[in-house]
């Protein structure tokens, strides 16, 4: 075989594979937004689920998703943060530098199923707390807290030295250097990372469908040690019940409000990293 | 008063990075002790291929075999589909187009697993079924298709990279030569981007191997290994499936608990391992969002 | 950063606030789907009447309602088989105080396919040797030339119990001829409805037009349908009762609840989930 011969194969194959990825990819959106699209109107959104889920809409499991994602966010972010400052202000030392990310990747690539049942364990079992949405908003939150730190941590790491030096050079003190220089620019970077890791949150089913949701008559959970319930654990119900035309209808529908929250969140991250850029970078 | 609000700073910091540092020793302790009565009383007894509660049989080889050949037939249908497909967004796309590509599968990337699953129970099962004339499309196949699918993005997207961060003078240099669009690919490029490949893979099937939701919708949940061994169309089980399916029924402090927590544990080591030494492939690191 | 720590502060304490204004009684009730419908409709019917009493429902199989209520994680447990010795030693500290509301059959079904194809009755020694793998072809019970997809449960599950203790002798026996096993009525009776060669156990209340319901043919040659008739009068030999267990005797308002589903209103809700009442 000559060499042209070749390089053509080698074109098409290249060529091939990703036309059937974009096919598979895109045969997979089209699924869901036009499945979706037929069930969701105001109706739907607004009202209350019944009979299993397939009759009526999803309006109290999309304020359980926001509410356990929320508990996440104002978990996760004080403690990532933190985490982001000790790892570019304090640790100098590059063999704890390198134990410290060990850890923050290893907690990134625990499987979420495990999670769940850490928190079903250590919280439902041994802190006694009960099926509660706090406990999943916890368990989120150590899911994302990695996500955070890195993002946090890249925009911080990258404030020139400069900002710095000049800023001890006005003789201020450690804390007063982080408050007023580096935290108001690596801010953008733990925002960034904070709506990423809200993304990923708020699809999560393993680590909530033990330890925080329940299935019908929630509403509004009274306490922080109560259960709710949230769009993807019913999504899981639903499809269950996949023969069923209505069920898989509603199914729809509430997978293209869980993906339409998902794109914000991954586009807000996006758009606060182009125009959130701190002074120092622009 | 500025000494006392730095003390406070300080030790805010301090705590807060205790906490995201003991979080995984927390986890794999809890989950040393629930599986520790596992462990006590089966012993090797736990390796072996009958998983029946009531009989106190946890033999957990079924799900270890489930979770080990779903996630290496994924692999064998994503890799090479990635690899060419980062290939052709990297190196063949014009480069104007490639942050549109790779923003569209970034976003892919991180779809909801439960969705996958839900495409999986109303689509994919039942066309295994048609396809193969089975009785039920509920098969390990079905499970790797479905799977391959879901880490196709992420490992598009870091091979793209890998590939893309290859300086342009090794090309140019090996166009010089006089070589063809393959040869400079394959002679030059690939051998340079490889360990970021091999780490993109490896995080690939880290991911693979966690997987619950899709997964669990449409393995058929049998705990048997199928026969003949290499029968990939028949029901089985994979560590996740079972542990998503049968955590809730087991109770608390049982044995039975406890086998299942030992098989997390399993997961838990094999894929911080895998996150680990993808981590020494990947040097460019910092890519967390996938 | 002030905004920040302004809207965590505004959070807490719309939590606090939101927790000491609303003095709403939660009633945790977990347990077998196949009870689900009666108590999440008794629920919100109950609710109309008692708006500050919150009740929240879940599914998860008989087993999982057990376990929770052992572990005191919920009030009530849906169970739709009975406890058994084994559980009640698992749990000491727990007094389990059963309380029925309804009765059930569990029915094998089989694909709408094979019932068009001339299967409508079966004995319960053929069903019990299609779950043990000794008949493998629905052509071995007078059927049509197609492998037999026997669907079975996960092991804790209410239905197999009941089913398991007639066909196989044993609540707990294995299954070696099952070719899945799922949980929920609900997703049993979706991949028997997908498929056309299937049988599997559904509570009397799943059947529909995809999935049929067998008649069983007893050791005298009589046929039994499933029919609610046949259920009241103890024909048809594998019933259940539908019960819900509490730690103790119920107080308050969960006893109230109780005493709701038994009531003829209540009773009104068992009957329209496709269950016998307690007054048949």
């Not at chain 2, 990939?232 to 049982?254: W, Y």
């Amino acid at each position: 075989m000559n060499r042209r011969v070749k390089n053509n194969l080698f074109l098409a194959v290249c060529w091939s594979a990703a036309i059937l990825c974009t096919l598979i990819l895109s045969f997979l959106l089209s699924v869901i937004i036009l499945n979706g699209a037929k069930t969701i109107n105001p109706d739907f959104l607004l009202s209350n689920s019944r009979n299993f889920g397939a009759e009526g809409g999803i309006f109290y499991q999309m304020i359980g998703s926001v509410l356990l994602i929320s508990g996440a966010a104002f978990i996760s972010l004080p403690i990532a943060i933190g985490t982001a400052l000790c790892k570019s202000e304090y640790v100098k030392n590059p063999v704890l530098q390198k134990i410290s990310n060990m850890m923050i990747y290893g907690l990134n690539g625990i499987p979420s199923v495990i999670f769940g049942i850490f928190g079903l364990i250590f919280f439902v079992n041994f802190l006694n707390t009960g099926i509660s949405w706090f406990v999943g908003s916890i368990i989120l939150a150590i899911m994302i807290i990695p996500t955070i730190v890195l993002s946090s941590y890249q925009s911080m790491s990258s404030i020139p030295r400069m900002y710095r030096e000049s800023a001890y050079a006005l003789g201020m003190d450690k804390w007063k250097v982080i408050t007023k220089v580096i935290l108001p620019q690596g801010i953008q970077g733990a925002i960034t990372g904070l709506f990423l890791g809200l993304a990923r949150a708020v699809g999560e089913t393993a680590p909530v469908m033990f330890i925080a949701t329940a299935f019908s008559g929630v509403k509004l959970p009274g306490s922080l040690f109560q259960p709710v319930t949230a769009l993807p654990t019913h999504i899981l119900t639903l499809a269950q019940q996949a023969t069923n035309t209505q069920a898989l209808q509603n199914a729809w529908g509430a997978s293209l409000v869980l993906i339409l929250v998902f794109f914000i969140f991954s586009l807000s991250a996006l758009f606060i990293r182009i125009t959130l850029q701190p002074v120092s970078q622009r | 008063m500025s000494a006392y609000i730095s003390k406070v700073g300080k030790g805010y910091i301090i705590i807060s990075t205790l906490i995201s540092m003991i979080i995984i020793l927390l986890i794999l302790g809890v989950l040393f002790l629930s599986s520790y009565d596992a462990i006590h009383g089966g012993g090797w007894r736990l390796f072996t291929l009958t998983w029946n509660p009531p009989n106190n049989q946890f033999g957990i080889l079924p799900m270890l075999y489930g979770s080990l050949v779903v996630t290496v037939i994924s692999l064998v249908i994503a890799v090479p589909l990635g690899i060419f497909t980062a290939i052709f967004t990297s190196e063949i796309l014009h480069p104007k187009y490639r942050i549109y590509v790779k923003s569209f599968l970034e976003l892919l990337a991180g779809i909801p697993s439960i969705i996958y699953g839900l495409i999986g129970v109303a689509f994919f099962s039942v066309w295994v079924g048609e396809l193969f004339h089975l009785q039920s499309g509920r098969t390990i196949f079905t499970a790797a298709v479905l799977l391959s699918i879901m880490i196709l993005p992420t490992i598009i997207t870091l091979c793209d990279d890998a590939i893309h961060h290859v300086p342009q003078k090794y090309r140019e240099v090996a166009k010089g030569l006089g070589l063809y669009k393959h040869e400079v690919i394959i002679t030059s490029v690939l051998p340079i981007a490889k360990t970021d490949i091999i780490g993109a893979v490896l995080l690939a099937l880290g991911r693979a191997l966690g997987e619950t939701m899709a997964v669990m919708l449409v393995i058929g949940s049998i705990d048997k290994i199928p026969t003949p061994i290499y029968n990939l169309l028949a029901p089985g089980q994979t560590i996740t499936s079972k542990l998503g399916r049968e955590i809730a029924e087991s109770a608390f402090s049982s044995i039975h608990f406890s086998a299942m927590v030992f098989m997390g544990m399993i997961l838990l080591i094999i894929v911080l391992a895998l996150t680990f030494i993808a981590q020494q492939f990947l040097k460019s690191g910092q890519r967390l969002y996938e | 950063m002030k905004i920040y720590y302004v809207s965590v502060l505004i959070l807490l304490f719309a939590i606090i606030t939101g927790c000491n204004a609303s003095k709403k009684e939660a009633i945790l009730c977990a347990g077998a789907t196949t009870v689900l419908p009666v108590v999440s409709n008794a629920a919100e019917q109950f609710k109309l009447t008692h708006q500050d009493v919150n009740i929240m429902v879940n599914a998860g199989g008989s087993g999982v309602g057990i376990n929770l209520l052992g572990e005191q994680n919920i009030q009530i447990g849906m169970i739709s088989r009975n406890i058994t010795q084994k559980e009640i030693e698992k749990y000491p500290d727990v007094h389990f105080v059963t309380h029925p509301i309804g009765k059930d059959a569990v029915v094998p079904v089989i694909s709408s396919e094979i019932y068009d194809a001339g299967i409508m009755a079966l004995t319960i020694e053929q069903i019990a040797k299609i779950y043990k793998g000794e008949i493998k072809n629905w052509k071995e019970v007078g059927g049509p030339d197609k492998e037999i997809l026997a669907v079975d449960k996960e092991m804790s599950r209410g239905t197999r119990h009941v089913f398991m203790k007639i066909v196989l002798g044993n609540e707990e026996a294995a299954a070696p001829g099952a070719d899945l096993v799922l949980g929920s009525n609900n997703e049993e009776q979706t991949a028997i409805a997908q498929s056309d060669a299937a049988i599997g156990m559904l509570s009397n209340a799943w059947i529909n037009g995809d999935v049929k319901g067998l008649s069983i043919i007893l050791a005298n040659g009589e046929v039994v349908e499933p029919t609610l008739e046949n259920i009241i009068n103890g024909k048809f030999p594998i019933t259940r009762n539908l019960l819900l267990i509490t730690n103790g005797e119920p107080q308050g308002e969960i006893k109230e609840f109780i005493d709701f589903i038994k009531s003829p209103g209540g009773q009104k809700i068992v009957e329209q989930a496709g269950y016998v009442s307690l007054y048949q």
